[in-house]
T-cell receptor
Framework: AQSVTQLDSQVPVFEEAPVELRCNYS??????LFWYVQYPNQGLQLLLK??????LVKGINGFEAEFNKSQTSFHLRKPSVHISDTAEYFC????????????FGKGTKLTVNP | NAGVTQTPKFQVLKTGQSMTLQCAQD?????MSWYRQDPGMGLRLIHY???????DQGEVPNGYNVSRSTTEDFPLRLLSAAPSQTSVYFC???????????FGDGTRLSIL
């Protein structure tokens, strides 16, 4: 079975500052990794995904994430955040070659202050 | 292309009432799933389906039933609503393999 730990439940930052949202996973098999964003009162949108290949993945809205197999991590980064990035961010994992079931972390609320 | 459509968007029920949350997708996706989202808990899988006629339990299936008679629709039934089922419910779909899931906008359910 897979599990996901998002190490910070809340991250406050100032506008134009860099941000890193941390995600660690546990799995006995190879996995696919995803980051989703949820704006207030909305559903989830895919930010980026790691399937295979390059460990640095670029997504929408200037976000990127790096897959580190040895540390079982998939941290999300943005070099300069905007007020509009205020949202909740979810890391998710799915086993390769097995069930399509997606396991989510508990989420990190990013608040960008002026 | 509507994607994943959930109805209703909001619902208030009394304890013991039954209701069905509707989910429809127009992308011909084989895989569909239901999640509930509670504060500080992330999204937890209730039930899922890998194709018409095939369903299976997720992490928190108790109190919920599903069926999948067509590729497009995957309704979630609450047989006897309880206050612990107050939550936001999301339906999602995807093709099989490594493709990401597409989510609906959610149904906010309150049970009094």
């Amino acid at each position: 079975a897979q599990s996901v730990t998002q190490l910070d439940s809340q991250v406050p930052v100032f506008e134009e500052a860099p941000v890193e949202l941390r995600c660690n996973y546990s799995s006995s098999v190879s996995v696919y990794l995803f980051w989703y964003v949820q704006y207030p009162n909305q559903g989830l949108q895919l930010l980026l995904k790691y399937l295979s290949g390059s460990t640095l993945v670029k997504g929408i809205n200037g976000f990127e994430a790096e897959f580190n197999k040895s540390q079982t991590s998939f941290h999300l980064r943005k070099p300069s955040v905007h007020i509009s990035d205020t949202a909740e961010y979810f890391c998710a994992v799915r086993a390769q070659g097995g069930s399509e079931k997606l396991v989510f972390g508990k989420g990190t609320k990013l608040t960008v202050n002026p | 292309n509507a994607g994943v459509t959930q109805t209703p968007k909001f619902q208030v029920l009394k304890t013991g009432q039954s209701m069905t949350l509707q989910c429809a997708q127009d992308m011909n996706h084989e895989y569909m799933s239901w999640y509930r989202q509670d504060p500080g808990m992330g999204l937890r899988l209730i039930h899922y389906s890998v194709g018409a006629g095939i369903t299976d339990q997720g992490e928190v299936p108790n109190g919920y039933n599903v069926s999948r008679s067509t590729t497009e629709d995957f309704p979630l039934r609450l047989l006897s609503a309880a206050p612990s089922q107050t939550s936001v419910y999301f339906c999602a779909s995807s093709t099989t393999g490594n493709q990401p899931q597409h989510f609906g906008d959610g149904t906010r359910l309150s049970i009094l």
